[in-house]
């Protein structure tokens, strides 16, 4: 199949790599060839993100991932992780107080990028979680309410993420429509 299937690394996962899916069927029905998709969306791997707070540190201590100390500490002080994916990793990107503070940490983290990387650029944001669907919902009027003018679409963390970071999660995304 030389020439025919293209394998693409674009580092993405989840609602980002849902983007990446629809950027290359929208190259296709312009007309575009598959090695020009694969090219496309390699170049625009790095224009995603998301952003995942945790209810509890239960399910990151479980898997390894805080050690019982740093959970027990968390868990006495409200403390609430922000993690990001960003490229191939999943990194710590604050550590804050209160669930209120969290979802401001990831919003504004956001905007930063959006203002700052992406303000000529068409982009999709995400309301993502572990949640239920009222949570959800409630999430995705929030993030509305904060980027006026951008599309926010809703969609839930798959069961393998969910089982490492524990029901309740809100996560943000984004990522840049591809032309």
């Known amino acids: ?12 996962i989840s609602v980002t790599l849902e983007q990446s899916v629809k950027d ?3 190259l296709a029905e312009r007309g575009a060839d598959g090695a020009h998709i694969k090219k496309r969306l390699e170049e625009t791997k790095l224009d995603s993100a998301i952003f995942i707070t945790v209810d509890t540190l239960k399910y990151l201590k479980k898997g390894g991932r ?8 968390g868990a006495v002080l409200n403390i609430k992780p922000v993690l990001i994916v960003f490229g191939e990793k999943l990194d710590s990107f604050a550590k804050v107080r209160g669930w209120k503070s969290a979802k ?11 203002k700052e990387k992406f303000s000529e650029d068409e982009m999709v944001l995400y309301a993502v979680s572990t949640s239920g669907v009222e949570e959800t919902e409630n999430w995705r009027q929030e993030i509305a309410e904060y980027f006026p003018g951008y599309e926010v679409k809703v969609d ?4 393998s993420v969910t ?3 524990g029901p309740g ?4 995304g984004y990522a840049k429509v591809v032309r």
């Open 104 to 114: 401001k940490a990831m919003l504004d983290a956001v905007a930063k990028d959006l």
């Open 169 to 172: 999660a809100l996560a943000i």
């Open 24 to 26: 290359a069927m929208m």
């Open 156 to 159: 839930y963390l798959s069961l």
């Open 1 to 12: 199949y030389e020439g025919k299937v293209f394998v693409i690394d674009n580092q993405r």
């Open 66 to 73: 805080v050690t019982p100390a740093a959970a027990a500490i």
């Open 163 to 165: 089982c490492h970071i």
